[in-house]
């Protein structure tokens, strides 16, 4: 299989290793070849978290700038700061909720504008998928499941090679019994939105 | 169970890179693993610990990686398999204990696992470990996958076992922190009981007997070198008259590449996973009908210098080249896109790059640098140190933990770090040429590894400074690891000692000793000056639980805090803690319930006193 690429980043905190940690689970259920690579040396400290899924034949865990298939940013200012890992052909999903970082509160840096940053990325890239995860989290029930709701919203666009039942059967797998219920809503909600997001 | 444990043998399962090396210890019979936590490495040490409370593996948290080295060192020459387990700089505190044990050798399988980090994602360097191979002359084995990780560590031991020496093996974070596909094997049970036998005239390393050793070591770098000749690792794969040799993860970037350029059938390609001794013969037998050679490799052009030295004594003139200008670079990691243009633009294969998106109209995006976390007691500390300073000309050495990242500002706490235990040794040379007040900075865990020996020298040269410790009784950088501090009875963790670092300090010598509180602002403050007015040695010991540590057993959250109405928008709370906690609304300061640890350091800064508790609903 032709390898695809898919990158996500996040703000430590957000789950996206768990997010991560569920695709590769799906794909292992799907029979489809994956790795992934992750840096999470300072995550718990609210650094930046980036991983690299890379489904199908190849030997690299990493991908390099301009080689994603598929960028999901689980924030929308650390999505525009991934952009260099796009091309034309790339879909970008996002959530829109912002988390500004605490450089802006102690006036280090400007918040850039979210409609601003919709535009950019729309106008460079094959397609968009943007919207309010967190919104769409609060409603599953748990304001944690932002990563849930992106990997509906994921597998929706139907890029990546693991099928949403797979993914549902990954979830059951990997996430705790308490959070099962709403990450499930999280995930639905997800897909569905994405549908619309179109 | 614990799922390395699994005796599902012939599954596939999803596993983490040093979760598959931990496995493939477990399965090679490891009876005895010891660590000081370093990442890339930590995620085999928590999950070996784990292990231990459930299977006959002995696991130890060791004070520092000489004193693991020591310990598995021990328990290999008494006949059972052993692993030390540290990250690339962790080898250099162990290269004492290592560069002589490898002229004694080992009776039951060692492995040491260096953990290296090129880019250095979380390292003071990016040394690379295979020039340890050289300098002590054991093997280095180097895996290129996950998967294949596992499988090369249950032949590490064996290696180990069949040319009695320890085997170095060495990973880079890309191989511990990526995550594959790995099948599960069979776990063979461990040598339970080890016995030593006297033999002090091969393991007293007095001149004589060591002379008689160095004479073994070099009998034993030959017949590893005969082994590296013949090792599965060491492969050649395709056709061609152009070759590549890489290594590690390098390997991954080249195959993808020859694939993406379509030349599979134009170069020849050799990956040494058995990378000291190099396999000369092989490495020969490869260049001799080849036009010219790139040797990909991350770091230092250490398989280059050989395969150069190995070519000019055999006569051989093709072009070799690796690191240069135009070609690889020795800093930082690789990556596809990298090797992939390398390739092409070394071999003269037509290529276009994939085109990148235009990013010249982006606009300048916040930085998001690591932050303590929110109620960090570190925070607080750091905070309290910089007002009962005000006013005098500080230097402030720091040391090696979650605790370095107060040199950013605003609490600029940090100007010199070297290694673990720096803060305090480079101190005494600070006091001793400059008339500025010297605070050193260190936390308990760093105390414990490398700030003893410094504090000594401090008290014994007489040397003017205050050391901070910074006891939050964890190794907080590296996931919480237990240290010598640690009140294990607490964590519900039988059989283990304690170590007061009050004690300790005083039996150090030193005169003065404070104990704070930091959540106590006003009070930590003049504890603080009265240490820093006295000449002379001083302690400060800052206690307070690491805040997300603690975290994990409390039964019920603390009570946040908010901002009241009574704020004036002076700010301090921002610009003099920076907890991010805190956010801005508008025009108005905030605080998140969620972050918020209830700690009140904040309501203690606000001259307004307008940071008050939440009210229980
Ligand atoms: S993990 Fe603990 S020590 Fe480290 S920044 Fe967070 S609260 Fe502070």
Not at chain 1, 43 to 53: D, H, K, L, P, T
Not at chain 2, 373 to 391: D, L
């Amino acid at each position: 299989m032709k390898p695809i690429r898919l990158v996500i980043v996040a703000v430590g905190g957000q789950g996206n290793l768990l997010a991560s940690s569920v695709l590769g689970e799906a794909a292992l259920l799907a029979g489809v070849e994956v790795k992934m690579s992750e840096i999470h040396g300072m995550a718990q400290r609210g650094g930046v978290v980036e991983s690299a899924i890379v489904f199908g034949d190849a030997k690299s865990t990493i991908i390099s700038n301009g080689e994603a298939d598929v960028l999901l940013g689980f924030e929308p200012s650390e999505t525009l700061r991934a952009l260099g890992k796009c091309n034309g052909n790339t879909v970008v999903i996002t959530n829109l909720s912002p988390l500004p970082p605490f450089t802006v509160a102690i006036g280090r840096g400007v918040y850039p504008d979210i409609e601003n940053v919709q535009g950019l990325i729309r106008s460079k890239v094959s397609r968009l998928v943007a919207f309010d995860a967190q919104a769409l989290a609060k409603e599953a029930g748990n304001v944690l499941a932002v990563n849930m709701v992106l990997l509906g919203a994921l597998i929706q666009a139907g890029i990546v090679p693991v099928s949403a039942d797979h993914v549902r059967t990954a979830i059951k797998t990997r996430t705790k019994q308490e959070f099962l219920e709403s990450n499930q809503k999280a995930f639905e909600l997800g897909f569905a939105a994405a549908g619309q997001a179109l | 169970m614990h799922k390395l444990l699994s005796k599902d043998t012939g599954s596939q399962v999803l596993l983490l890179g040093n979760e598959a090396i931990a496995r493939g210890a477990i399965e090679a019979g490891v009876r005895i693993a010891s660590t000081y936590p370093g990442t890339p490495s930590s995620e085999i040490s928590n999950n070996l610990f784990q292990v231990s409370q459930e299977s006959d593996l002995y696991f130890q948290f060791s004070t520092n990686e000489k004193v693991a080295l020591e310990v598995a060192a021990a328990a290999a020459n008494s006949g059972v398999r052993s692993l030390a387990i540290m990250k690339h700089v962790g080898v250099n505190v162990a290269a004492d204990a290592l560069m002589t044990l490898a002229y004694v050798g080992v009776k039951g399988g060692l492995v040491i696992i260096s953990a290296d980090d090129p880019y250095m994602f979380s390292s003071q360097n990016e040394q690379d470990n295979r020039y340890y191979g050289k300098l002590s002359g054991l093997p280095i084995l180097e895996p290129s996958s996950v998967a294949e990780a596992k499988e090369m560590i249950i032949e590490a031991f064996n290696i180990s076992e069949a040319l009695k020496e320890p085997v170095i093996f060495r990973t880079t974070t890309r191989i511990n922190h990526s995550t594959g596909i790995v099948e599960l094997k069979d776990i063979t049970p461990p040598v339970l009981k080890g016995d030593f036998v006297k033999d002090p005239f091969n393991y007293v390393t007095v001149p004589a007997v060591s002379r008689k050793l160095h004479v073994k070591l070099l009998e034993n770098i030959k017949k590893a070198e005969s082994l590296s000749d013949n090792s599965p690792y060491n492969r050649i794969s395709g056709s061609g008259s152009f070759g590549i040799v890489t290594n590690g993860v390098s390997f991954g970037y080249v195959s993808d590449a020859l694939n993406d350029l379509d030349i599979k059938d134009k170069i020849k390609v050799f990956r040494v996973g058995f990378s000291h001794p190099m396999p000369r013969e092989k490495i020969l037998s490869f260049l001799k009908d080849l036009e010219k050679v790139l040797i990909v490799e991350e770091g230092e052009p250490y398989m280059e210098e050989t395969i150069k030295a190995f070519a000019q004594e055999a006569g051989l003139t093709l072009s070799i080249r690796g690191k240069a200008e135009n070609l690889f670079s020795r800093l930082y990691e690789f990556d596809p896109g990298t090797v992939r243009k390398v390739i092409a633009d070394y071999f003269d294969i037509p290529y276009s790059p994939p085109e990148t998106v235009d990013l010249s109209d982006i606009p300048e995006i916040p930085a998001r640098p690591p932050n303590l976390c929110a109620g960090c007691s570190h925070r607080a500390t750091f905070y309290e140190v910089k007002k009962a300073a005000e006013g005098t000309d500080t230097v402030c050495p720091t040391d090696i933990g979650c605790y370095t990242l107060g040199f950013l500002p605003p609490l600029s706490m940090g100007d010199f770090l070297i290694c673990m235990g720096s803060s305090v040794g480079s101190g005494c040379g600070f006091s001793a040429v400059t008339d500025k007040k010297v605070i050193s900075f260190i936390g308990d865990s760093t105390f414990f590894h490398a700030g003893i020996p410094g504090l000594i020298n401090a008290v014994f040269n007489n040397h003017n400074l205050t050391l901070v410790i910074l006891d939050n009784g964890t190794t907080a950088m590296t996931g919480h690891q237990p240290n010598p501090g640690v009140d294990m009875a607490a964590l519900q963790f039988g059989g283990f000692g304690k170590v007061s670092i009050e004690q300790m300090v005083k039996a150090c010598g030193v005169q003065h000793v404070e104990i704070i509180e930091p959540y106590k602002v006003k009070k930590s403050i003049s504890a603080i000056k009265e240490a820093l007015d006295f000449e002379g040695v001083s302690v400060v010991i800052s206690r307070e639980a690491c805040a997300l540590f603690a975290k994990g057993f409390k039964k019920k959250p603390s009570r946040a805090f908010h901002v009241s109405g009574k704020c004036k928008n002076h700010k301090d709370c921002i610009n003099e803690l920076a907890c991010p906690a805190f956010f801005i609304d508008g025009e108005e300061v905030k605080i998140d319930p969620v972050q918020c640890t209830g700690c009140a350091v904040c309501a203690q800064v606000c001259p307004e006193n307008a940071i008050l508790p939440v009210k229980e609903a």
